[in-house]
Nanobody, 124 residues
Framework: QVQLVEYGGGLVQAGGSLRLSCAAS????????MGWFRQAPGKEREFVAV????????RYTDSVKGRFTISRDNAKNTVYLQMNSLKSEDTAVYYC?????????????????WGQGTQVTVSS
């Protein structure tokens, strides 16, 4: 069982930056693929970024490439999402999620554990 808690959401002006953190419980954090997803009002939950066990492999949705960076610190059981050059369309509730197993996947249904979400609002 893994419990996830997100931190770092808030209100920011367009062009600004935020860093989200997701703290995980448990001693097997390093064996989970970690992902960030987001859900805007009236829309489906969508993939944002994912990182492999070691952090060596990452993947991003096209709309955030070059602006967002996912990273992890296995010693601290934490995954991060650095968000730069934020746009109004990035406004959403952001969720971190954990997936057991070695394969990087980007669909929400493939993830086993979810945090409660943190609101990110970008004002234009």
């Amino acid at each position: 069982q893994v419990q996830l808690v997100e931190y770092g959401g808030g209100l920011v002006q367009a062009g600004g930056s935020l860093r989200l953190s997701c703290a995980a419980s448990g001693r097997t954090f390093s064996t989970y693929i970690m992902g960030w997803f987001r859900q805007a009002p009236g829309k489906e939950r969508e993939f944002v970024a994912v990182i492999s066990w070691s952090g060596a492999n990452t993947r991003y949705t096209d709309s955030v490439k070059g602006r967002f960076t996912i990273s992890r610190d296995n010693a601290k059981n934490t995954v991060y999402l650095q968000m730069n050059s934020l746009k109004s369309e990035d406004t959403a509730v952001y969720y971190c999620a954990a997936r057991s197993g070695p394969i990087i996947l980007t669909t929400p249904v493939e993830y086993d554990y979810w945090g409660q979400g943190t609101q990110v609002t970008v004002s234009s």
